[in-house]
């Protein structure tokens, strides 16, 4: 059974920093990708950066320069370090792995999801 952990999120003020990380147990695929997803109150789930196997990464346009997905493949953990946060990357932030297109950032393609962190960005 696949289980993915999500941890590192809080309440930070603009400009801040913070680092996530998710850790996935039960997971065998060493051919996928694995990614962070976030969603804003009352908006749709989104992708926002991605990182294949082979370390090629991927991220949306909106957060580039800011955001930097890291993983450790020994250990199936990916991290997201996230600078310079804004009022806008307020949201929940999941991750996700397992979808048949490399490096895609399309929320419905991935297979397993963890249960998120909740990430807030006020002064």
């Known amino acids: 059974q696949v289980r993915m952990v999500e941890s590192g999120g809080g309440s930070v003020q603009p400009g801040g920093s913070l680092r996530l990380s998710c850790a996935a147990s039960g997971y065998t695929d060493s051919s996928s990708c694995m990614g962070w997803f976030r969603q804003a109150p009352g908006k749709g789930r989104e992708g926002v950066a991605v990182v294949a196997r082979d370390g090629r990464t991927s991220y949306a346009d909106s957060v580039k320069g800011r955001f930097t997905i890291s993983q450790d493949t020994v250990s199936n953990t990916i991290y997201l370090q996230i600078d310079r946060l804004q009022p806008e990357d307020t949201g929940m932030y999941y991750c996700?792995?397992?979808?048949?297109?490399?490096?895609?950032?399309?929320?419905?393609?991935?297979?397993?999801w963890g249960q998120g962190t909740q990430v807030t960005v006020s002064s």
């Open positions: 996700a792995a397992e979808a048949p297109v490399a490096g895609t950032l399309v929320t419905d393609l991935y297979k397993y």
